[in-house]
Structures are given as C-alpha cells and as structure tokens.
Nanobody, 115 residues
Framework: QVRLVESGGGLVQAGGSLRLSCVAS????????MGWYRQAPGNQREFVAQ???????NYPDSVKGRFTISRDDSKNTVYLQMDSLKPEDTAVYYC?????????WGQGIQVTVSS
C-alpha cells in the first residue's frame, strides 16, 4: 500500500520561503514520477511541479523560476523548495506519485502566505 506523508507547510510572509517534503513508502520510489499539486478554497486542484525518475522536471508558468522540485531516492523523499512566495500561493499542497499508470496522493499540507 502506497503511503505519502507531507511535511514542512505553515505560515510565511510574502517574499519568504518554505520547503515541503514528502516521504513515500510501499512503492518502488526510484521508478516513480513524483509531483506536487495544490488546491485553494473554491478552486480546482492544480499542477505545481513534477520530477521524473530520470530527474527531468516540469513546472507551470505560475511557479516557474520560484519553485524547485527535487528528489532523494536514497530517502524515498521528494522536496518542493518554494521561494518568493506570494499570497496567491496559499493552498493545500498535495504530494503525488505516478507509477505504472497508478497515481497516489498524500493527505495534503497547508501553506499560507500572508501579505
């Protein structure tokens, strides 16, 4: 059974930084594409970042240049470094794993950016 556990969220002022972590278990982590999504109140869940098993990365324009995704396969962990945070980045952030066409989700963690 795949389990994804996020940590590192919280409250930060605009312009600040946070680093989210997601520890995975119950899966072959090194073979999975890992990613982050977010969902603000009243909005649909949106894509934030992805890193492939080959460490290729992908970001939407809304976070490109501010967010950096990375992975440590020895620790079964994926990270999301978030810099220059804006109030519109406020959301619940979800870790996700995609392996053999099966997607799993973490429980989500709150990130709040105050103006």
């Amino acid at each position: 059974q795949v389990r994804l556990v996020e940590s590192g969220g919280g409250l930060v002022q605009a312009g600040g930084s946070l680093r989210l972590s997601c520890v995975a278990s119950g899966m072959r982590f090194s073979a999975a594409a890992m990613g982050w999504y977010r969902q603000a109140p009243g909005n649909q869940r949106e894509f934030v970042a992805q890193i492939g098993s080959d460490r290729s990365t992908n970001y939407p324009d809304s976070v490109k240049g501010r967010f950096t995704i990375s992975r440590d396969d020895s620790k079964n962990t994926v990270y999301l470094q978030m810099d220059s945070l804006k109030p519109e980045d406020t959301a619940v952030y979800y870790c996700t794993a995609l392996l053999q066409l099966s997607r799993s989700w973490g429980q989500g963690i709150q990130v709040t950016v105050s103006s």
